[in-house]
């Protein structure tokens, strides 16, 4: 990696403050990990959770 330059990516969440309860966030029904991964990400871009 070249002097200076930042690493791809490093996002930061933060779920300090969130009183949601999985069941808010992922539903009640069982759901595969690709799922479970877009509904996360849902969640961090709607409550702005997420840094860099």
Known sequence: MAKGKK???G???N???CH???T???G???IGP???TKKLWVYVKRKKLAGK
């Open 7 to 9: 690493a791809f990516g």
């Open 11 to 13: 996002y930061a969440i």
């Open 15 to 17: 779920f300090k403050g």
């Open 20 to 22: 949601d309860t999985m």
């Open 24 to 26: 808010a966030v992922f």
């Open 28 to 30: 009640d029904k069982p």
């Open 34 to 36: 690709s799922e479970m």
